[in-house]
């Protein structure tokens, strides 16, 4: 157990929808990071936060959105959902925010659109 | 670009052997960090090694060790003592923050199979 939260485990919705996925760091852990891990497109970063503020974007839709709020855990918003975002959302956490932090990964939600 | 190429997409040993999984890297960038992660049927992802760029001597987690040549941009692991409990997918993955630009890129995965 990583000590990284996130609910839900599985979310099954239909296309044009919207859904929020929740992420709770490890305690003292400042930094959060999304991920999506799809069969075509393999793990690839979204997007990095710490103490509140973006720091780093990997390849996040515009459609999708996130935000840390002040007790640090973090919400990855996905709207006008298609049927390639079915993923595996993964959010991480680190105490730091620089690339050499350790991340420690939580254990995923499975989105499925239909 | 930078690029993290794992050119095994599926590999096998026996229980008790030694397998090394390798990974090629590109980029032009100095400091960097590079990672392995392995994923469990579980799908959570979890760190087995890392390594500083910045650092010749090569990282050793117990039974899993890298060959890190930074000339050649190759981050191989190796796993000695191969446990049935090492059976999972595993990722290669390259950090870097040129010019406060973060980068994280991971390679498409190796499927490693122990076999009792």
């Known amino acids: 157990d990583s000590g990284v939260t996130q609910t839900p485990k599985h979310l099954i919705t239909a296309t044009g929808q919207r859904v929020t996925l929740r992420c709770s760091p490890r305690?003292?852990?400042?930094?959060v990071y999304w991920y999506q891990q799809s069969l075509d497109q393999g793990l690839q970063f979204l997007i990095q936060?710490?103490?509140?503020?973006?720091?780093a974007k990997g390849n996040i839709l515009e459609r999708f959105s996130a935000q840390q709020f002040p007790d640090l855990h973090s919400e990855l918003n996905l709207s006008s959902l298609e049927l390639g975002d079915s993923a595996l959302y993964f959010c991480?956490?680190?105490?730091?925010?620089?690339?050499?932090?350790?991340?420690?990964f939580g254990p995923g939600t499975r989105l499925l659109v239909l | 670009a930078q690029t993290v190429t794992q050119s095994q997409p599926e590999m096998s040993v026996q229980e008790a052997e030694t397998v090394t999984l390798s990974c090629t890297y590109d980029?032009?960038?100095?400091?960097?960090?590079l990672f392995w992660y392995k994923q469990p049927p579980s799908r959570q992802m979890i760190l087995v090694i890392r390594?500083?760029?910045?650092?010749?001597q090569n990282a050793t987690e117990n039974r899993f060790s890298v060959n890190f040549q930074k000339a050649a941009k190759s981050f191989s692991l190796k796993i000695s003592d191969s446990q049935l409990g090492d059976t999972a997918m595993y990722f290669c993955a390259f950090m870097e923050d040129p010019s406060g630009t973060y980068k994280y890129i991971f390679g498409t995965g190796t499927r490693l199979k122990v076999l009792a």
């Open positions: 305690s003292g852990d400042l930094s």
């Open positions: 390594q500083e760029a910045y650092k010749q």
């Open positions: 980029t032009s960038e100095n400091n960097y960090y």
């Open positions: 936060y710490y103490n509140g503020e973006e720091r």
């Open positions: 991480a956490s680190s105490v730091g925010s620089g690339v050499q932090e350790t991340q420690y």
